[in-house]
């Protein structure tokens, strides 16, 4: 079994990553608004259900597809918010109303998909173009190697965002203080609409470059919400860093204890110990990078 370990690992930081990337949507919803997203995972299977039911389904050239596929995605979040969380946030809603909120849109979303797509997983080609990597007596393959690329892509596209840019300097000061911001001129509302926006397209990014590795179905968000959701809390809620650091422990784990002990444990095995991390670290390994300093929603 012990042969096993370094294929273990490889596919838990395959993984991982997809975690990882689910988490740092995760955090900057939570980041901006406070509230935790739970259809986060969601967007992650409308990316990959959308542009393989373009691909497959309408005949549009894989580009295509998955340019559709990820807009189309970043549409369903814009609509979340306008729909669901800005008529809750204008009245001062309660944390918990947002939450059941959520849960309800996490629930209608992929039966709406399984009644227009269907309940079968699907699909699409590899994305081709770079090498498969050999790591000693293990083969990364090339869509492999597309998911660790774009996560890492991600990272550093993110923080150029929230450093360098207007936009993100100020959804940054908008997750500090939302009234302090609103009386320098910043468009709150705007700035809540902008990060479901990006959850979404994250979301939507992971669900595409995933998909050629295991294909995906109607109901595959639930997990990937409580995966990322546990990522963002081993790493510090809201810390893009500690996001990728969680969705590797997360990874890794499930790949272990489903080789190891039992597929049906393995969910169980990995909990545990986040639960264990949570006794000794009850912030997560890192620091947030943004204590939200905000009245109660």
Request: overall charge neutral.
């Amino acid at each position: 079994m012990m042969d096993l370990l370094p294929v273990l690992l490889v596919n838990g930081v395959v993984f991982g990553a997809i975690y990882a990337i689910n988490a740092i949507g995760i955090g900057l919803v939570y980041n901006t608004t406070g509230i935790i997203n739970f259809a986060q995972g969601e967007f992650i299977m409308l990316g990959g259900m959308l542009t393989a039911c373009l691909y497959g389904q309408v005949g549009l050239p894989l580009p295509a597809a998955i340019i559709g596929g990820v807009a189309l995605t970043v549409v369903v979040g814009l609509l979340t918010e306008r729909l669901f969380i800005r008529p809750l946030w204008r009245r001062g809603a309660k944390d918990w109303t947002y939450v059941f909120m959520l849960f309800a849109v996490a629930t209608v979303l992929p039966n709406l998909v399984m009644l227009g797509v269907g309940r079968d997983p699907l699909t699409f080609p590899a994305f081709g173009g770079l090498p498969a990597v050999q790591l000693g007596s293990v083969t990364l393959s090339s869509q492999a190697l597309w998911v660790l690329l774009v996560t890492v892509a991600v990272f550093f596209a993110l923080q150029g965002f929230f450093d360098r840019t207007l936009l993100g300097k100020a959804m940054k000061a908008t997750a500090i203080n939302r009234r302090v911001a609103a009386w320098l001129g910043i468009a709150v509302e705007q700035m809540v609409a902008m990060s479901f926006g990006l959850a979404a397209l994250l979301g939507a990014i992971g669900g595409v470059v995933f998909t050629p590795l295991i294909s995906t179905q109607f109901d595959a968000g639930v997990s990937m919400t409580l995966n990322g959701f546990a990522a963002a809390i081993i790493g510090g809620m809201g810390n893009m860093r500690g996001a990728i650091v969680g969705g590797l422990v997360i990874g890794i784990l499930q790949s272990i204890s489903t080789a190891f002990i039992s597929s049906v444990y393995g969910d169980a095995v990995t909990y545990a110990v986040l639960f264990g991390l949570l006794v000794v670290w009850p912030h997560g390994l890192f620091r947030p990078l943004i204590e939200l300093k905000n009245e109660e929603i």
